[in-house]
């Protein structure tokens, strides 16, 4: 276990106790127990470091180190699925350093980052101990762990009386480690808020087993492709219909390959895709962005299935509903895909 997701599910343990009530805490011995963690040196770093972290998130409250642990209105809006702690990452990613904190930063975190099974920590460092990845002068390398002080990117821990230590934050795992997804959970956020539209479908799965299965999958985006509206078109994996939070992950069999075969066995033209998975701190989401190609257009089902979907059919989606085109949108569509085929 990493240790983002080790701060998630200590997190999401905390959630589950509901401790938002006056007078109600729970200490890091009973996050210990109910974790069904052993009562070890590591366990106990591991529980320290990332309560500590948490606290400066603003995710829980920590009075009396780790002796009592509570919720905020953060973790309350948590626990009802009404925001991700991935909100906050785009908060770090954005942050610029000097290359040369940034390769520190990675350096501290390579060095010192420990995983078991069930939980993450990092082994407190001297400043002496990352001299050779930036350079040799110990009067740089202070100026630059100041820096990364500064952004708390990374904390102070005394384990030696008078030889200061670091170790990576929270905050400084995701600068160094999630940039890369930031932007694009930005956007299923953004997509979350609006919810479903003509251009935006949700599903909390996609299985693709059976012929139906395969059928709504190639009749829903044959409907994203054929509607014209500005913007882009996506459906979107993993959240809840009705709470609009994350409910699961989906499976690795679940791939760019996988999509394009339904695709090419189900419509015609086959409509260009692309499938990508998104982290988020429970779990992986997935978007599946659906071009819009006039020159194609209007994509048709490839073959039908029973009286539901007929061969030849074109969809559409007016508003949230996926239907068939009125007479005058079909012939809209059929001359916009005549006039972009036609050499310029």
Known sequence: MDYLTWAETVLRHVIQRKTDQPGEFVTI??????????????????????????????????????SNI???????????????????????TRQWLEPEAEALLDALITASHTEADQFAWFASLTAADLKGPVSSDMAFVDEIVDQLRQHTFLYDEFVEIGIPHVRPSYQGVVRATKAHVTERWLLIQRLVESWETSTVEFKRELPLDTPKQKAEFARDVIALANTKASGGRWLVLGFDDTSHAFHSSVPAELHQERLEQVLSAWTDPVPSIQYSTVESGLGNAATIEIERDATKLPHRMRKGLQHKIQRGDVFVRHGTLVEEPTVGELQNLVAEGVAARVPQ
């Open 29 to 66: 011995e009973a996050l210990r127990d109910g974790l069904s963690l052993p009562s070890t040196a590591p366990v106990m770093t591991a529980l320290y470091q990332v309560v500590w972290d948490l606290d400066h998130l603003g995710a829980i409250e920590n009075r009396g180190s780790g």
């Open 70 to 92: 509570r919720l905020t209105d953060f973790s309350r809006q948590l626990r009802m699925g009404a925001t991700s702690v991935q909100a906050l990452w785009p908060v770090y």
